[in-house]
C-alpha cells in the first residue's frame, strides 16, 4: 500500500548517537573531540539545507553524548535554519518538569527550532544510574509522559503519580513563545502506539530492521486512535541507519566495519548472533532498513519508505559505530545536496 505525500511537506533530518569513532591513526578518538565533531556535523547539515539534527542520549562507553541538550545547544549558536532535537531522550529516567525546562531554553537560544522526542529507552544504563528500578519500565514511561503532555500546555499543572512528587497548579519556567514541538519514539508495539495518538503527540517510528512496510500496521493503528481520541493526526517520521558515499560500492566499504563493531558489541551484551557481511548486504537491500549506497540508491528507497508509510520526515542515522567523522561529513553533504532533492523529485512523479 501507498500513500500520496506532498514533496513540498517531505522533511530530510539527521540523527546521531555521538558513536566514539576513530581518527586518521586508527586509534579511538576521545569523548571531548567526538562532542566538538558532532557539533561541526551539525553545522554542516544546517549549511546544505537538511531540516532536522538530532541528538541520542546514552550513558555507555561508545556513544559519547549524554547531555544532548548541551551539544544541542553549541550547535545553536552555530547554525541557523535546521530544527534541533533528540533521538531520543530517555523520559523514564529523567524529571519530566526538567526535561520541559532545559527543551524550553534550547528553544529561546534557537529561537524556536528545539524538538523533543520522548523515548523509553533500548538502552537500559540510565536506570539503574540515577536510581530507578527496571522493573517500573512501563509505569515510570506512562506517568512521566502523561505529566510532560500537561507540561506542553505551559499553564499550571496540577498531577499526581506514582513516579514523582505530586505538583498542585505547579508552573513551570521559561515559557516558549510558539510551544514546543513533541515526538514519541516507537520501535513497534501498538500499546505505544495508541499512547502516542491518546497523548496528542507525533509518531516517529524507529525502523532498524527488517522491511519498512511491515509498520504500516502502526501507521493506520495510529490514525485509528487519533480518530478515537478526537485529536488531529500529527506527523508521522522514520528513524533508520544509512551511509551516503559516491558509489555504492564505496558506501558499502566505508560503513560496513562500523556498522561490524556496533552490532558485535551490542550483540555481546544481549546474545545477538555474530553480525555478518551478509547481515549488512541483507538489511541494505530492498528488504531491509538500511540505507546506504549512492545518493540515487539511498533517495530511492527513502522515497519508497515514505511514499508506503504515508510519512513525512525521514531521519538517518548517519553515524554506526566507529564510521570515521570525514566519511559522515561526506556523507551529510551529499543527502543534502543530492539525495533531498531526489527524494522531493521521485515523490512528485
Known amino acids: 500500500m501507498s500513500t500520496q505525500i506532498n514533496p513540498a511537506d ?35 547539515a544546517d549549511e546544505v539545507g537538511l531540516a532536522f539534527f538530532g541528538v541520542g542520549e546514552h550513558h555507555r562507553p561508545d556513544f559519547a553524548i549524554s547531555s544532548p541538550e548541551i551539544v544541542l ?21 529523567d524529571d519530566p518538569v526538567r526535561v520541559f525546562e532545559r ?21 537500559i544504563e540510565s536506570f539503574p544510574l540515577f536510581g530507578y528500578d527496571l522493573r517500573d519500565y512501563e509505569v515510570l514511561f506512562e506517568e ?9 500546555t505551559e499553564k499550571p499543572v496540577t498531577w499526581q503519580g506514582t513516579t514523582r512528587a505530586a505538583l498542585d497548579a505547579a508552573d513551570v519556567y521559561p515559557k516558549t513563545e510558539h510551544g ?38 502502526f501507521v493506520d493503528l495510529y490514525y485509528r486512535a487519533v480518530d478515537s481520541y478526537e485529536r488531529e ?35 555481546r551484551e544481549r546474545g545477538w548472533p555474530a553480525y555478518t557481511r551478509a547481515s549488512f548486504e541483507r538489511e541494505i537491500g530492498p528488504d531491509g532498513s538500511t540505507y546506504v549506497g549512492s545518493p540515487e540508491t539511498v533517495a530511492q528507497k527513502i522515497a519508497g519508505t515514505l511514499r508506503t508509510l504515508g510519512a513525512e520526515r525521514f531521519d538517518m542515522k548517519f553515524s554506526t559505530g566507529t564510521l570515521s567523522h570525514e566519511h559522515m561529513m561526506r556523507s551529510i553533504e551529499l543527502y543534502g545536496t543530492k539525495v533531498a532533492p531526489r527524494v522531493r523529485e521521485l515523490l512528485g512523479e
Open 10 to 44: 517531505i522533511q530530510l533530518g539527521l540523527d546521531t548517537f555521538g558513536d566514539v569513532t576513530r581518527g586518521a591513526d586508527g586509534e579511538l578518538l576521545s569523548d571531548a573531540q567526538t562532542i566538538r565533531n558532532v557539533v561541526d556535523e551539525a553545522v554542516l
Open 103 to 123: 527543551f524550553a531554553t534550547l528553544d529561546a537560544v534557537s529561537n524556536g527550532r528545539a524538538e523533543v522526542i520522548l523515548g523509553r529507552g533500548s538502552f
Open 180 to 217: 514546543l514541538k513533541a515526538w514519541v519514539g516507537v520501535g513497534g508495539s501498538p500499546e505505544s502506539v495508541v499512547r502516542t495518538a491518546r497523548h496528542g503527540l507525533g509518531l516517529m517510528l524507529a525502523i532498524i530492521g527488517g522491511p519498512s512496510h511491515r509498520f504500516r500496521q
Open 233 to 267: 493526526p500529527l506527523p508521522i517520521g522514520v528513524h533508520s541507519p544509512g551511509h551516503i558515499a559516491d558509489t555504492d560500492e564505496q558506501a558499502r566499504e566505508e560503513a560496513y566495519a562500523g556498522f561490524e563493531a556496533l552490532h558485535n558489541t551490542i550483540g
Open 144 to 152: 512521566k509522559l502523561e505529566l510532560f503532555t500537561q507540561l506542553l
Open 73 to 93: 545547544a553549541a550547535a545553536a549558536g552555530r547554525t541557523k535554519n535546521i530544527h534541533l532535537g533528540t533521538a531520543v531522550t530517555v523520559l523514564s529516567s
